[in-house]
């Protein structure tokens, strides 16, 4: 069992930062694939950033060099800094881990990330 929880979430305005944390247990970060998800209202869940245990990192298409996902494994954290925020990253933003299996099999509670115009 592995259990996330995020952190870090809020308000902004446009073109700020905020970074998001997930603080895991049961299992160490780098023994698991981590990722960070976001739903808006109304659109399905879609992958932001995940970091493989073996290190690649992968970006969704729309954060264009914005976001930076990383790893303290002395902290047991996966952080997400998001730089240069816009009104449409407005969402729930989800830590999740996938162990040995292909899906991601646990999730946050998820930590709301408004940004206004």
């Known amino acids: 069992q592995v259990q996330l929880v995020e952190s870090g979430g809020g308000l902004v305005q446009a073109g700020g930062s905020l970074r998001l944390s997930c603080a895991a247990s049961?299992?160490?970060?780098?023994?698991?694939?981590m990722g960070w998800f976001r739903q808006a209202p109304g659109k399905e869940r879609e992958l932001v950033a995940q970091?493989?245990?073996?290190?690649?990192?992968y970006y969704g298409n729309f954060v264009k060099g914005r976001f930076t996902i990383s790893r303290d494994n002395a902290k047991n954290t996966v952080s997400l800094k998001m730089n240069n925020l816009k009104p449409e990253d407005t969402a729930i933003y989800y830590c999740?881990?996938?162990?040995?299996?292909?899906?991601?099999?646990?999730w946050g509670q998820g930590t709301q990330v408004t940004v206004s115009s």
């Open positions: 049961g299992r160490t970060v780098n023994s698991c694939t």
């Open positions: 999740a881990a996938k162990t040995e299996t292909e899906t991601y099999d646990y």
């Open positions: 970091i493989a245990r073996s290190g690649p990192i």
